[in-house]
């Protein structure tokens, strides 16, 4: 079984930034996609940013320009470099890895921005 463990949560204010880590355990981990969704308050889930075992990515568009997810296959963690955060990114922080028959999902980091 895969246990990913997120951290850099925090509250901060608006244009100030976050970087998030999800260390991942277990082996294989390169090969696999991984990636962030976030959930606000009376809000669906909704995916910020994923990677692929080939360095492909992508991002909501309302995170592109400010966002960076990025991944370290040495240390089996994948990173969410967060810049020019606004209030409304305000949300928990999932990170996941899609095995392909299976996605595994950490327990959430809370990210606040406000002033």
């Known amino acids: 079984q895969v246990q990913l463990v997120e951290s850099g949560g925090g509250l901060v204010q608006p244009g100030g930034s976050l970087r998030l880590s999800c260390a991942a355990s277990?082996?294989?981990?390169?090969?696999?996609?991984m990636g962030w969704h976030r959930q606000a308050p009376g809000k669906q889930r909704e995916l910020v940013a994923r990677?692929?075992?080939?360095?492909?990515?992508n991002y909501a568009d309302s995170v592109k320009d400010r966002f960076t997810i990025s991944r370290d296959n040495a240390k089996n963690t994948v990173y969410l470099q967060m810049n020019s955060l606004k209030p409304e990114d305000t949300a928990v922080y999932y990170c996941w890895l899609d095995s392909g028959w299976y996605t595994y999902w950490g327990q959430g980091t809370q990210v606040t921005v406000s002033a």
């Open positions: 990677i692929t075992s080939g360095g492909n990515t």
């Open positions: 277990g082996s294989s981990f390169s090969i696999y996609s």
